[in-house]
């Protein structure tokens, strides 16, 4: 079993930066794929960043491109989503994931453990 808690959001100003966390706790965490995900009102949860554990290729949604950053720190058991130059369209709710196998990490169904989110609100 895995355990996700994310922390670090708020409402922020556009044009400012929050530093999403997730701390994860379980047993072969480390070999997991991880990802952030946001769900706006309305809409449906889209993959925005991910990363393997261990690093190497990480993936960005064109959205956030240039402007966010996934990273991990194997010390703390932490994932980070660093989100700087942020617009009002960023706003929605931000949920860690993690998944056991690595295909279709595109979709929300691929993951098998999901935190219980938190609200990023940008306003303009």
């Known amino acids: 079993q895995v355990q996700l808690v994310e922390s670090g959001g708020g409402l922020v100003q556009a044009g400012g930066s929050l530093r999403l966390s997730c701390a994860a706790s379980?047993?072969?965490?480390?070999?997991?794929?991880m990802g952030w995900f946001r769900q706006a009102p309305g809409k449906e949860r889209e993959l925005v960043a991910r990363?393997?554990?261990?690093?190497?290729?990480?993936y960005y949604a064109e959205s956030v491109k240039g402007r966010f950053t996934i990273s991990t720190d194997n010390a703390k058991n932490t994932v980070y989503l660093q989100m700087n130059s942020l617009k009002p369209d960023d706003t929605a709710v931000y949920y860690c994931?993690?998944?056991?196998?690595?295909?279709?990490?595109?979709?929300?169904?691929?993951?098998?453990?999901w935190g219980q989110g938190t609200q990023v609100t940008v306003s303009s």
């Open positions: 379980g047993r072969f965490f480390s070999r997991y794929v």
């Open positions: 994931a993690a998944a056991r196998n690595f295909y279709r990490l595109e979709y929300a169904s691929s993951y098998d453990y």
């Open positions: 990363s393997a554990w261990s690093g190497g290729t990480t």
